[in-house]
């Protein structure tokens, strides 16, 4: 649901788990330096540890639960708190919590195969996208998923629990196919939700600083209603080369005006022995209106990312990230070692 770190996701999920009765901890650990335009060169650590707890029924069904520390986050009622739940079994999977939505759980971002570096440079770009509207709410969602083969299906809800606006809800599809030296994964999903503005300027379309386009903030409660189409193809050869292509369609309406937005964004990433390198490119276009008023929305960014295995859970990680706004450009890079335990 939210941006991660994707290097150290990749190293978590390849470390060894401590574990004793259904209860397992993992972990990660960052340093470095991170600067760019605007930011003092300066040092950079980071440290997270998750806990993952399952176990099984008389009747055969799974559950389990995990927290993510790094969140810090507050676990009550309404708020996710880096945390989720799950319920397993021949019906598929219910998932509570901290957890991505349908359509982020049927697409795959085009950075695939990415490197990955220690301050998330190469996703974070004014041209990426990652949690299309998730979040729109409390950030709490239930998820239901189940695979058929080669096919996934998923649906999912967040809710307003004001009782204010009404719930936002999305459904994804899964495709994956074996051509024969390379494997070819396809997702499509549509998501609707209604974004509460309250002076962020946000208008509901991810990624997007409607504040910065239109010259200040918008008016304090502003109720938007959002549309999202997307769409993703991934292709993973066993040579060590991986690429993806992503697009979203965004729809936006609201009291006085509409908007509408298209997001792309293309990836290609290779591995060979210890070294990764990745490159991803993205862009929205599109417009919307207040009033009488038009504005154009038009931002995009590119990321690169190396890293290099140590062995044993460490490696080093360089990223950078370019952004232009309406024309202004910036950018941010970071360097250092990421470990995982």
Known sequence: MKKVLFATTALVASAG???????????????????????????????????????????????????????NGAFTVNDDGGAFMFLSGAFGTVTMGDTDGALDWALTEAWVGNAGSIADDETVHAGALGAYLDGAYDGQILRYDNVFGDFGVALSVEMDDAGVRDAGWAIGFRYGVDLGGADLDLGLGYQTATYAVSGTGQLGIAGVDIDAIVGGPLPPAYEVDVDAVGVSATV????????????????????????????????????????????????????????????????????????????????????????????????TFSLGVAMSF
């Open 17 to 71: 788990f401590a574990s004793a009765q259904g209860v397992e901890v993992s972990g990660w650990a960052e340093m470095g330096i991170f600067g760019g335009d605007g930011i003092e060169t300066q040092f950079f650590t980071d440290i997270d540890v998750l806990f993952r707890m399952s176990g099984e029924t008389d009747n055969g069904l799974s559950f389990g639960a995990g927290v993510d520390l790094d969140e």
């Open 236 to 331: 993973s050869t066993g040579n060590g080369l991986s690429a993806g292509l992503a697009y979203t369609q965004f729809d936006a309406s609201y009291a006085d005006g509409a908007g509408d937005m298209d997001q792309i964004s293309v990836g290609v990433g290779y591995t060979m022995d210890a070294f990764t390198v990745s490159a991803n490119w993205g862009q929205f276009d599109g417009s919307f209106n207040i009033g009488a008023t038009n504005y154009v929305i038009d931002q995009s960014g590119f990321g690169l990312a190396a890293g290099y295995d140590l062995g044993g859970g460490a490696s080093i990680l360089a990223g950078y990230g370019s952004s232009d706004i309406a024309g202004a450009s910036s950018d």
